[in-house]
């Protein structure tokens, strides 16, 4: 009979559906082919001597092959020696009890759950790891049956260790374990940790088993001191378990209520009235009531006098969502508030019906606040109130108009993109005398608009000495779809990354005589920042930035940080031949070398991005389209790496085609060592033809039809 020598010969006893060539190889006395035998087995279907091979190794041979191709079968015959696979590796140090835990939940049944339970005794003495692997399994399998032994277990995990075993319980979701969860969720916690996952598991409850039958004290008092904890996420869930019940709602108003007369009380802390305001916002509906003007009196109490700005903030959008119309006026007046003027100012654009009139009297109003005035305008341009506009054209060139409303006045203006905006704001872009930040915002509402005969004055400001000026410019030449954009932009990633001084100058640079379009000799910014910033407008410019980023490509490797990865990411988005002939050269490039990403201190690099050839490989794959199969196939060469390897093999079972299938198998072929992705490439491909390794117990040969 013959015997497997190479992995080659595996390859080919798959594809003919030997299985019983592939259980002798199983015996083989070379280690890879042993292995990679093993794992084959799992893509048989019913083959009763592949199983007892498997069983057999399960025992003595490839032991971790055997049990992940045993879970791949879902042969339930495995399950006792799986169980004592993972008992035995609680004090051993084969580390088999991730595949051992991993085929018990591929199977699942009664049987399987049994033996998890049975180990619940033993989950204080074993190993972190081990332990870890048995509360996963019962979790995945959701087994009521545990919840007992899990409560024992608890106890002796207190109260350091704690934290998965309730993550467990949660999981399970069964409403035995409410009373220890609410006496761990009232407890403190050394770190909070274990506060939070007890929080956690309770909110995960079906809300049919909510409130709980605890018989006292009750839920709601237990669950009094996670919703003042001063983590978010755990003084979140607990005003959400809160708001569940009658008597939980009517102690989140009482927090507020509180709050207002003794805000340094301990059961009011600012962090606590704040996520019972969030809560109030995001679910108005749980507290109706047929007469609210206290709760509405509350909310209008912390929106002005709250002296932490996160609880004014959470306060309007409280009282927007559950007064609605009735919350105009204290919104209005807390546009004043010049620490939450903005949040306020998007809250009343989202009201059904916005108070328009009264904000444009605001805006009108010089003897308001400029903070008001500010809210009033960004207000306006988020409700989309295009009858404004006259006024804030108005408001944009007057000289003695607040340089801070002024700005809200551009952003506005951005927002609803009138087309006779553009020729003020081009001309306060370009007016050296006025205010750096008011030119700011008045290029990047130049962006927003996008009419074309403003670019020039955008590729201008690209080069301003300003800096908050020059990173507007950049951001805003995303929205010009032009092939001129493209170039400056690119310009700007190259100058960007080059060799220079990264200390911008402290002085201004004097104007050069530049063309449009082009980078000044001058450097005025060397930061990344401004690269990644050039890096995203070139993706949203589209198609006239393909032959600009083609040839950033072909300096990737000098890029720092993230550059290389968002370069890549960018000419992913193009689709066509062309963009993926680049991400080919890209992916098969050599590595640079293992000093390029040393630089001295100061010369413009933090750290060193992904390899771009490991993000060109991945974008690459991710196309996965039959044009693709040439740059695709040369990923399987010697030279790549092995994650681009791996990735263009799936990329290949993806298009399909017998000629993928070919170059995966001659792939497989050379290779000198398998992977299990190798085994699942070569299962797959047996699969499409119809090569089914096993047979039924009637010896009826099973074969898919042939694959087109």
Same mark, same amino acid.
């Given at each position: ?5 190479? %992995? ?6 798959? %594809? ?34 592949? @199983? ?30 799986? %169980? ?55 979790? +995945? ?340 779809? @032009? ?5 400056? %932009? ?82 992913? +988005? ?135």
């Amino acid at each position: 009979m013959e015997q497997a020598s190479s %992995l080659a010969d595996l390859v080919r006893m798959r %594809l003919d559906g030997d299985v019983a060539g592939l259980c002798r190889a199983t015996r083989s006395e070379v280690l890879d082919v042993r292995l990679s035998a093993t794992t084959f087995l799992g893509g048989s279907t019913d083959s009763p001597e592949a @199983v007892e091979t498997l069983l057999a190794c399960l025992r003595r041979g490839p032991r971790r092959q055997a049990a992940e191709a045993l879970g791949r079968l879902r042969e339930h015959r495995a399950v006792p020696g799986l %169980l004592r696979m993972l008992a035995a590796s609680r004090a051993a140090h084969e580390q088999l009890e991730k595949p051992a835990v991993d085929a018990l939940v591929a199977i699942g049944g009664p049987q399987v759950v049994r033996g998890l339970v049975e180990l619940c005794g033993q989950l204080a003495t074993g190993r972190g790891y081990w332990t870890v692997r048995v509360l996963d399994a019962l979790a +995945a399998l959701r087994a009521p049956e545990a919840v007992t032994p899990l409560l024992a277990a608890l106890w002796a995990y207190l109260p350091g260790r704690a934290e998965h075993v309730v993550r467990t319980l949660g999981a399970i979701g069964d409403p035995r374990a409410t009373s220890a969860l609410l006496v761990l969720a009232h407890t403190p916690a050394p770190d909070g940790h274990l506060r939070r996952d007890a929080v956690t598991a309770l909110h995960a409850l079906p809300d049919i088993d909510w409130p709980t039958a605890h018989p006292w004290p009750s839920a709601e008092t237990l669950l009094h001191a996670p919703q003042r904890d001063p983590d978010p996420e755990t003084a979140r869930l607990a005003t959400a378990l809160l708001s569940r019940t009658e008597d939980g709602r009517a102690h989140l108003w009482e927090v507020l209520r509180t709050a207002s007369h003794s805000p340094d009380h301990p059961d009011a802390s600012p962090h606590a009235v704040a996520a019972v305001c969030a809560h109030v916002a995001e679910r108005p509906g749980l507290f109706v009531v047929p007469d609210p003007g206290e709760h509405h009196a509350l909310l209008r109490h912390h929106l002005r006098e709250s002296p932490v700005p996160t609880v004014r903030r959470a306060a309007a959008r409280a009282l927007a969502a559950y007064a609605r119309a009735e919350a105009s006026e204290a919104l209005l007046e807390a546009l004043s508030d010049a620490h939450i003027s903005d949040a306020v100012a998007d809250v009343i654009a989202r009201l059904p019906k916005p108070p328009l009139r009264e904000l444009q009297e605001l805006l009108a109003d010089t003897h308001r606040t400029v903070a008001q005035r500010r809210g009033a305008t960004r207000a306006l341009g988020a409700a989309g109130h295009t009858a404004v506009a006259p006024v804030l054209l108005t408001l944009l060139t007057d000289d003695a108009a607040p340089t801070a409303l002024r700005t809200a006045v551009a952003d506005a203006l951005g927002v609803l993109r009138p087309p006779e905006a553009t020729t003020p704001l081009a001309a306060l872009a370009e007016d050296a005398d006025e205010p750096g930040t008011l030119r700011a915002h008045a290029v990047r509402a130049l962006g927003l608009i996008g009419a074309p005969h403003t670019l020039p004055v955008v590729l201008a400001c690209a080069r301003s000495p300003h800096e908050a000026v020059r990173a507007r410019a950049v951001a805003a030449l995303g929205a010009f779809p @032009v092939a001129e954009a493209a170039r400056a %932009l690119g310009e700007i990633v190259t100058y960007s990354t080059g060799p220079h001084d990264t200390a911008p100058s402290s002085t201004p640079a004097e104007p050069h005589d530049t063309a449009p379009g082009t980078t000044p000799a001058e450097s005025h910014d060397t930061a990344p920042e401004l690269a990644r910033t050039a890096l995203h407008a070139l993706r949203r410019v589209g198609a006239p930035t393909l032959p600009v980023l083609i040839a950033l490509a072909d300096g990737v490797d000098d890029l720092g940080e993230d550059l290389a990865d968002r370069l890549v990411a960018a000419l992913a +988005a193009h689709p066509g031949a062309e963009a993926t002939a680049a991400l080919a050269r890209l992916a098969a490039a050599p590595p640079p070398p293992w000093d390029a990403g040393r630089v001295k201190p100061g010369a413009g690099r933090l750290s060193t991005s992904r390899p771009a050839r490991e993000a060109a490989s991945l974008a690459l794959t991710e196309r996965g389209t039959p044009d693709c199969l040439t740059p695709l196939t040369s990923l399987l060469g010697p030279g790549s790496w092995s994650g681009a390897q791996e990735a263009a093999v799936r990329a290949l079972l993806d298009i399909g085609t017998g000629e993928a299938h070919e170059h995966v198998l001659a792939y497989c072929r050379r290779a000198e060592h398998f992977y299990d992705w190798h085994v699942e490439a070569v299962n797959a491909i047996a699969e499409a033809r119809g090569s089914d390794s096993g047979r039924r117990p009637g010896g009826t040969s099973r074969a898919a039809p042939q694959a087109p």
